[in-house]
């Protein structure tokens, strides 16, 4: 199977700048490196910043106004162990659970769909059947 991701990291040299850290067991990339990735697509990095400040902004906003009703209708029907709200943002969808027992009462889930969001699933698939092959 051919991924147009593979040839994406190929263009960008991706294997040539990640660096691996065996007593960390992190993988990184170089400083700048996503600055660079914006160049063809026109926005500078100040303007993403902008809109990064405005999704956080918008996330713990939605956020405490879901969580204050969450814990409302939670407590008015017992019958129900989570809700969950979603909401477009651009290409991607984000998701905020509230659950009513766990150590965790709020997850955010990002799902990014981007223009092609089937090619993500195409990458998430090849990653799955290398690691399927490592674990059997």
């Known amino acids: 199977m051919t991924l147009k991701s593979n040839k ?5 040299k991706l294997d040539e ?8 067991g992190t993988l990184s990339l ?16 100040d303007q993403l910043k902008k809109i990064q400040k405005n999704d956080a902004n918008l996330m713990a ?6 969580g204050e009703r969450a814990a409302k209708e939670l407590k008015a029907n017992p019958e129900l162990s989570e809700l969950v709200l979603s909401y477009n ?3 991607d ?10 150590t965790t ?6 799902e990014t769909y981007g ?4 090619e993500l699933k195409k990458v998430h698939k090849h990653i799955k059947s290398l690691f399927d092959a490592i674990n059997t």
């Open 61 to 66: 906003a939605t956020t405490y106004a879901a």
């Open 17 to 24: 700048q990640l660096t691996f850290d065996a007593a960390s």
């Open 115 to 118: 223009a092609d969001g089937g």
């Open 89 to 91: 943002r651009g290409l």
């Open 30 to 45: 170089p400083e700048g490196f996503y600055e660079e990735s914006l160049v063809s697509t026109g926005v500078t990095l």
């Open 8 to 12: 994406n990291a190929i263009n960008m």
């Open 105 to 110: 009462p709020v997850r955010h889930v990002i």
């Open 93 to 102: 969808q984000t998701s905020t659970y509230f659950a009513r027992e766990g």
